[in-house]
């Protein structure tokens, strides 16, 4: 996980990536079928419907579709870390190896993240923490590279 962490670590590096206003307005979709791989950056659902995993139904949407629509292998997803403020706060560093050792936990169960468990339930494995990459006050700037093998998961039954 560390190495490719390694690329985001530099404090003064260019721009931080900026989702929202990136991905605004863009309504095609950037995929001819069977080429390249899905990338998926955001989901949301009410604040009043929450805690049903909603979220987690919408991804496996996703997901099917990127499968049997667009005749893709593997989706890629960057994920947020909302929760990882409590971590910092216990005295942590976030660099790359405070960032990766707190998505173990969440993994591990040892601590809740629910911007990382909806991506654990429906599948991904996480490739790397990204410290420093993203403006996300929330997730203080951090968050993780994740993929999804479509074909895997086809298998499994879980798409
Ligand atoms: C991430 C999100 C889509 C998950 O929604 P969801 O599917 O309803 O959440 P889940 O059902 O997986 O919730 C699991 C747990 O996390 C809690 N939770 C979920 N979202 C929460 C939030 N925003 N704040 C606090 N707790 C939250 C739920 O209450 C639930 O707790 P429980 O297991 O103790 O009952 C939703 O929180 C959201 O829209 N957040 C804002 C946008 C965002 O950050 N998206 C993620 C970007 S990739």
Redesign the pocket.
């Known amino acids: 996980m560390v190495d490719l962490t390694k690329a985001v670590l530099d404090p003064n590096a260019p721009q931080k990536f900026r989702p929202y206003e990136e991905m605004e307005g863009l309504r095609e979709s950037q995929l001819e079928p069977g080429k390249g791989a899905g990338f998926l950056f955001?989901?949301?659902?009410d604040k009043d419907?929450?805690?049903?995993?909603?979220?987690?139904k919408l991804l496996t949407t996703v997901l099917t579709d990127m499968t049997d629509e667009l005749k893709l292998s593997h989706a890629f997803a960057y994920?947020?870390l909302?929760k990882i403020g409590d971590f910092e706060a216990g005295g942590r560093a976030l660099d790359a190896v405070g960032v990766n050792a707190y998505i173990k936990d969440v993994m591990n169960g040892d601590r809740r993240d629910?911007?990382l468990?909806?991506h654990k339930r429906s599948g991904a494995k996480i490739i790397c923490g990204l410290p420093n990459s993203v403006d996300d006050p929330e997730s203080r700037n951090c968050g993780f590279l994740a993929i999804y093998d479509l074909r895997k998961l086809r298998k499994q039954k879980m798409i």
Do not use: D, H, M, V
């Open positions: 955001y989901a949301y659902t419907i929450r805690g049903g995993a909603l979220s987690t994920g947020r909302p629910w911007g468990e909806f």
